[in-house]
C-alpha cells in the first residue's frame, strides 16, 4: 500500500492536540534569488522577532557560487544566533560548515548525513504526510521531522495534504521536534501551532511582503 495513502486514511483524531510546554518557533526558508540587496532583507527579518532557523533553499545554482552567495547569509545568522541549514546538498553543508542539511525524500539518508556531518549538526527529513516515514527519519537519527504541505503554495508545490492532526500524533508520541510547513501564513498558522508543530517553515509569506520585518513580527505574535 502507498505510505502517504495508508497514513492518510489512519485515524489520527485518538490524538488529541498535546500541551505545550515551549512555544513554536518560527522557520525562514530563502527565496531563490538571495543575491542583491537579500542579505539587507535577511537582517530586517531576523530585527522583527524570534527565527530559531533559516535554510538556504536554491536550486540550480553552481555550488561555488551559491557558496559566495551563502556565506554573508551565513554570518548574519550568526550574528543573530538563528541555526543556517542547507536545502538538500550535504557536501554544500559539509563545505559551508552550516549548522545543518534539510533533506528531502531523493536527497539521501539522515544516517549517511550523519557520518559526513558529524554529531552535532542538524539533519532534518521531509515527510510528506506520511506517519511511516516519519518514524523511518526518526530511527535514521533526524533531529526533526517535516509535514506539509499544509496548505497550497506556489514555493514548492506538492499533492500531499496532511491533516493538522498528524502534528498532534507526532507531539504525542515522539520527542523529536516537527515542522509545519507549505502555504503557512500568519492568517492560517495557528491551528498548527495548537495542533503541536514545533516550528513553523515559511518563505513567501515572509519574502513575498514588503515589510519582513513586520511579517515575523507577526508570527512571532501569534506564538506568544
Not at 522557520?27 to 542583491?36: A, F, H, K, N, R
Not at 537582517?43 to 556565506?71: I, M, N, T, Y
Not at 545568522?77 to 549548522?99: G, Q, T
Amino acid at each position: 500500500m502507498n505510505e502517504d495513502v495508508e497514513n492518510d486514511e489512519a485515524d489520527l483524531s485518538i490524538f488529541p492536540p498535546p500541551a505545550r510546554t515551549e512555544p513554536c518557533q518560527l522557520y525562514l526558508i530563502s527565496p531563490q534569488d538571495v543575491g542583491g540587496n537579500f542579505p539587507d532583507r535577511l537582517k530586517a527579518a531576523l530585527a522583527g522577532g524570534p527565527v530559531a532557523a533559516f535554510q538556504l533553499r536554491v536550486k540550480d545554482v553552481d555550488s561555488h557560487e551559491l557558496a559566495r552567495l551563502a556565506s554573508p547569509l551565513q554570518q548574519i545568522c550568526a550574528d543573530h544566533d538563528v541555526a543556517f541549514i542547507v536545502n538538500d546538498s550535504v557536501s554544500l553543508a559539509k563545505r559551508l560548515d552550516a549548522d545543518g542539511v534539510h533533506l528531502g525524500q531523493s536527497d539521501g539518508d539522515a544516517r549517511e548525513a550523519r557520518a559526513i556531518l558529524g554529531p552535532t549538526k542538524q539533519i532534518g527529513v521531509t515527510c510528506h504526510a506520511s506517519r511511516h516515514l516519519a518514524m523511518d527519519a526518526g530511527e535514521a537519527g533526524a533531529d526533526y521531522v517535516a509535514f506539509g504541505a499544509f496548505y497550497p503554495t506556489l514555493t514548492k508545490p506538492s499533492e500531499h495534504r496532511p491533516d493538522p492532526a498528524i502534528l498532534s500524533w507526532w507531539a504525542t508520541l515522539f520527542e523529536i521536534p516537527c515542522v509545519a510547513i507549505g502555504g503557512i501564513t500568519p492568517d492560517n498558522a495557528k491551528p498548527l501551532v495548537d495542533a503541536g508543530a514545533d516550528f513553523i517553515a515559511v518563505c513567501n509569506a515572509v519574502w513575498g511582503r514588503d515589510d519582513p520585518a513586520g511579517e515575523v513580527a507577526k508570527f512571532a505574535a501569534l506564538f506568544a
